[in-house]
């Protein structure tokens, strides 16, 4: 951020004073948590701020980030990461990989259990994986277990016998996955939550409350004790985890204001902010150099979504004229002012060997030639039009500016705002109920093609109804590549196709990541690429 545009600084004395002035609203929500919802009947350890309200905590179910860190607090699958964000073994202790990398035999941890004592066996990852996989789950993330063979045969009902899968149990102790193709990333795939086993017995006595407290039986570190909703989550060390927890009881704060959240931050009524969108971005000229204030470069991207089964957004031209219109340096400067880079391509920069290609970029001449060949000269007869955002952190101020720079440059005049708590903006977005939407996507593993396999024909986090058969056929091009630098072409030669020539989707930024802790009293926790931190390994020094 150019010194001109940045805020004038203020002293930390007057920061909380700046937070409380906000607004009424920032106000209401503070005391709330300060009076209102911190009677418990145990004392917690440690308080953090996670985001909003989550959707769910079913591993097979949830797609948002703040879902994931819960569920990854709960649940654990094969492998997990340690706080440096590398794979380390999880529920397996040791894994093998035959020569072709077709074939990965994992071996679980001896006396491994779940928190009700029965025993984690490799039949609850097979159980477990058929239930991601079987079509009446509706998983979106299914698609992460095509890698195995006939994974998407059997998700999309061409198979109806598991036992055809390439995963197979020989014994409590062993699991065998067989994979279509090599896989490089397939260890990071294994951590992530819709990898993780979930308690079937439980699943099936309870159905959908079988994740309330009370009925969840996990194998994670720790267990859900208390979900009030909006209000607080507590998780409580699993007494079954395979190794020991040193913070015994986690309090979680679901929230969408990030004043609220600096407010307890800054009042000391809360020890880590965990979320990015968490941190008021107008405060961050103030607090970054504070020794409580850490950011880190971060796999993630802020793009629009454009639904192109509705009209006007069918049309290719009008995609592409909205990409070129939209002055997404404003956006970053006066909205999100984080220092974010503008981004013209939906990968960030930081995957090894990966060279994006050239991005739209900003170019209103061209979009109101665009239009106007569409149909739409200085925007005059575009139909009206929704755009769809989440009210939480700064959601609203981006549409907001998103409408205003569109009515500036292309004289759109009929775009209007339509705002949705989280949990509701998730299931609008899955049921591709819009016609515009803001989005993000943070990398689930540490390869370009977390973001570039989404947007597949009928994938489960597409959602925007594109489909191109060149571009399914290049993802499976790429992965039967042997040649790791002529499959980092194809994935950017795809990317080309996605944010050049089709654009259902227009890049706005590239994140930042950004935490709020104290080093001195919050150990086990280090900002990373991939966001990705385990509660499990949180301590708090000298206890």
């Known amino acids: 951020m150019s010194a001109s545009l940045a805020p004038r600084r203020r002293s930390p004395a007057t920061l909380i004073l700046a937070a409380w002035l906000a607004g009424a609203l920032a106000l209401f929500l503070t005391f709330f948590y300060f009076f209102g919802g911190w009677s418990l009947s145990a004392p917690v350890d440690l308080t953090l701020c996670n985001g909003d309200e989550p959707q769910s905590l079913d ?18 699958g094969l492998t997990t990461r340690n706080a440096k964000g590398d794979i380390i073994p999880g529920m397996a202790e040791k894994w093998e990989m035959s020569p072709d990398g077709l074939i990965y035999t994992f071996h679980l941890r001896p006396g491994i259990k779940w928190s009700n004592g029965d025993s984690v066996t490799a039949y609850d990852f097979l159980n477990s994986w058929e239930r991601v996989l079987n079509p009446a789950t509706a998983s979106d993330y299914a698609y992460q277990l095509y890698y195995m063979v006939n994974g998407e045969a ?42 993780c086993p979930v308690h079937l017995p439980t699943v099936k006595k309870y159905g959908r409350d079988w994740t309330k407290p009370g009925h969840m039986v996990s194998n994670g570190p720790y267990i859900l004790k208390e ?23 986690i309090k979680v704060l679901p929230t969408n204001n990030p004043i609220a959240c600096f407010n307890l931050f800054y009042s000391k009524k809360t020890d880590l902010i965990l979320d990015t969108r968490s941190i008021p971005p107008t405060l961050v000229p103030d607090i970054e150099k504070e020794p409580w204030f850490h950011a880190n470069p971060y796999g993630a991207t802020s793009f629009i979504r454009m639904n192109v089964k509705r009209k006007p957004f069918d049309d290719v031209r009008v995609r592409r004229a909205l990409a070129l219109g939209l002055d997404k ?103 591709s109920d819009f016609d515009l939407t803001t989005s993000a996507w943070i990398g689930d593993y540490n390869d370009p093609q977390t973001f570039i ?30 040649d790791a630098a002529q499959r980092m072409r194809i994935l950017s030669d795809m990317e080309k196709i996605l944010v050049v020539d089709e654009a259902p989707i227009i890049p706005i930024n590239y994140w930042v990541g950004m935490s709020l802790y104290h080093p001195d009293k919050l150990g086990g926790f280090e900002p990373n690429f991939v966001d990705d931190h385990r509660w499990g390994d949180f301590y708090i020094p000298g206890k």
Request: hydrophobic content about 40%.
């Open 453 to 482: 396999d989404m947007f597949v024909t009928d994938g489960g986090n597409n959602e925007t109804g594109w489909s191109n058969q060149l571009y399914d056929q290049m993802l499976k091009t790429s992965e039967n590549t042997s």
């Open 227 to 249: 979900w009030l909703l909006n209000d607080y989550i507590i998780v409580e060390a699993n007494p079954n985890y395979w190794r020991p927890v040193r913070v015994h009881r």
């Open 59 to 76: 591993p097979a179910i949830i797609t948002g980030q703040l879902e994931g860190r819960l569920a990854l607090a709960l649940f654990e």
């Open 154 to 195: 059997y998700a999309t009902g061409k198979i109806t016998d598991f036992s055809q899968v390439g995963v197979k149990a020989p014994d409590a102790q062993t699991l065998v996955v067989t994979l279509v193709h090599p896989t490089a990333y397939f260890l990071e795939l294994t951590s992530f939550q819709t990898f």
């Open 329 to 431: 340096t404003d956006i970053v400067t006066k909205i999100t002012r984080c220092g974010e880079p503008v981004a013209d391509t939906l990968v960030p920069p930081g995957y090894a060997g990966y060279t994006p290609p050239a991005g739209l970029g900003y170019h209103p001449e061209e979009a109101r030639r665009l239009l106007a060949e569409a149909g739409y000269p200085g925007g005059k007869g575009f139909p009206d039009v929704n755009l769809l955002y989440a009210i939480r952190g700064t959601g609203e101020q981006v549409a907001t500016e998103i409408q205003a720079l569109w009515r500036r440059d292309l004289g759109i005049t009929s775009i209007h705002l339509r705002g949705q708590e989280w949990k509701v903006f998730l299931n609008t977005q899955q049921l």
